[in-house]
């Protein structure tokens, strides 16, 4: 089969589309080939020298796909050669075919097959991370940064969805169709200060839950853009590994301040949240409520050029490479 390669980390030309060896199926995996996967900036950092995959995980990018399922491993139940599936991976997903545990697949929800590869790793990381650490419910105020993201347009929808008033930060150009996900407020990070608006809108109270990407440089304000009881749950560092965190303001707000990753999960924990998307997200997919945003198609050949844009930030939603 072929596969985006990383013969040396390096710019986006280091990704290299060549011939490897074909995956097989291991104990309670099935071989997937696939149609489509998202890029994701967890990525970007690999094909940099700075993300490298799990022990045991494809040494390719590619943290989801969608495809169709052509070999099913031993002590695999459910799942047969011939259904069209999404997948979450630790990696592989640049690739003519990956082998994918059986806990981490999911039915193509009610979208085309190829867009269906933009939802696996946003829907884990958002539903994980806004539910299970985050507690978010409906009434809640949630701020999402980096709004025009995959996380972004995602969480906002699904915040939406769940009932919860959804803020976020995003270029201005784009605040738009963000408030056509849902969004109730929109604020421009390059003008204006979060946390005062944050305020503003909320009349003092803050926000419930925070939903960060940037990490350093945003939390001096995250913790004070919260409101009493208030959950700051961090997910990546664009802005920053190291900063200095007032816990006086986090004592006087019995606030709290996790940080999660997704990709070097046990298979267990990867499965559990993969059934929690399947049974609370995906009927929101069917009804409607929740579609997968996908700025362009781009040859898997062109994972460079997909990098470039992600780089960019002038993507809306995800960017998909495709096969076929």
């Given at each position: 089969m072929r596969a985006v390669t990383i013969p040396q980390p390096g710019g986006p030309d280091a990704l290299v589309w060549a011939e490897v060896p074909d995956?097989?199926?291991?104990?309670?995996?099935?071989?997937?080939?696939?149609?489509?996967?998202?890029?994701?900036?967890?990525?970007?950092?690999?094909r940099q020298g700075h993300y490298p995959p799990p022990p045991g995980a494809s040494a390719y990018p590619g943290l989801e796909c969608s495809g169709v399922i052509?070999?099913?491993?031993?002590?695999?139940?459910?799942?047969?050669?011939?259904?069209?599936?999404?997948?979450?991976?630790?990696?592989?997903?640049?690739?003519?075919?990956?082998?994918?545990?059986?806990?981490?697949?999911?039915?193509?929800?009610?979208?085309?097959?190829?867009?269906?590869?933009?939802?696996?790793?946003?829907a884990c990381t958002v539903w994980s991370n806004l539910i299970q650490v985050g507690r978010l419910s409906a009434g809640d105020t949630l701020l999402v940064h980096?709004?025009?993201?995959?996380?972004?347009?995602?969480?906002?929808?699904?915040?939406a969805a769940l009932g919860a008033t959804v803020l976020t930060t995003?270029?201005?150009a784009k605040h738009d169709r963000l408030r056509e996900l849902g969004a109730a407020h929109t604020i421009d990070y390059r003008e204006q200060d979060f946390a005062d608006e944050v305020r503003r809108v909320t009349d003092g109270r803050g926000a419930d839950v925070v939903l960060d990407i940037m990490g350093a440089s945003y939390l001096g304000r995250n913790v004070a853009a919260?409101?009493?009881?208030?959950?700051?749950?961090?997910?990546?560092m664009q802005g920053g590994r190291k900063a200095e965190l007032d816990l006086g303001a986090l004592?006087?707000?019995?606030?709290?301040?996790?940080?999660?990753?997704?990709?070097?999960?046990?298979?267990a924990e990867k499965a559990e949240i993969v059934q929690g998307v399947r049974d609370e997200v995906w009927p929101m997919v069917t009804a409607g409520a929740i579609r997968p945003v996908v700025d362009r198609r781009l040859p898997m050949a062109e994972a460079a050029q997909a990098h470039r844009l992600v780089e960019s930030n002038e993507h809306f939603g995800k960017v998909v490479l495709t096969i076929g």
């Amino acid at each position: 089969m072929r596969a985006v390669t990383i013969p040396q980390p390096g710019g986006p030309d280091a990704l290299v589309w060549a011939e490897v060896p074909d995956p097989e199926p291991g104990p309670g995996e099935v071989i997937v080939d696939v149609r489509a996967s998202g890029v994701n900036r967890a990525d970007l950092l690999q094909r940099q020298g700075h993300y490298p995959p799990p022990p045991g995980a494809s040494a390719y990018p590619g943290l989801e796909c969608s495809g169709v399922i052509t070999e099913v491993g031993a002590d695999v139940a459910g799942w047969a050669v011939g259904q069209q599936v999404c997948a979450l991976l630790s990696g592989g997903g640049y690739a003519e075919r990956v082998a994918v545990p059986a806990g981490q697949l999911l039915p193509v929800p009610a979208c085309d097959t190829v867009d269906a590869a933009a939802l696996p790793e946003v829907a884990c990381t958002v539903w994980s991370n806004l539910i299970q650490v985050g507690r978010l419910s409906a009434g809640d105020t949630l701020l999402v940064h980096g709004g025009g993201s995959g996380i972004g347009t995602f969480a906002i929808q699904f915040g939406a969805a769940l009932g919860a008033t959804v803020l976020t930060t995003a270029r201005a150009a784009k605040h738009d169709r963000l408030r056509e996900l849902g969004a109730a407020h929109t604020i421009d990070y390059r003008e204006q200060d979060f946390a005062d608006e944050v305020r503003r809108v909320t009349d003092g109270r803050g926000a419930d839950v925070v939903l960060d990407i940037m990490g350093a440089s945003y939390l001096g304000r995250n913790v004070a853009a919260l409101a009493t009881g208030g959950r700051l749950v961090v997910i990546g560092m664009q802005g920053g590994r190291k900063a200095e965190l007032d816990l006086g303001a986090l004592l006087t707000k019995r606030a709290s301040v996790s940080a999660t990753s997704l990709r070097a999960r046990p298979l267990a924990e990867k499965a559990e949240i993969v059934q929690g998307v399947r049974d609370e997200v995906w009927p929101m997919v069917t009804a409607g409520a929740i579609r997968p945003v996908v700025d362009r198609r781009l040859p898997m050949a062109e994972a460079a050029q997909a990098h470039r844009l992600v780089e960019s930030n002038e993507h809306f939603g995800k960017v998909v490479l495709t096969i076929g």
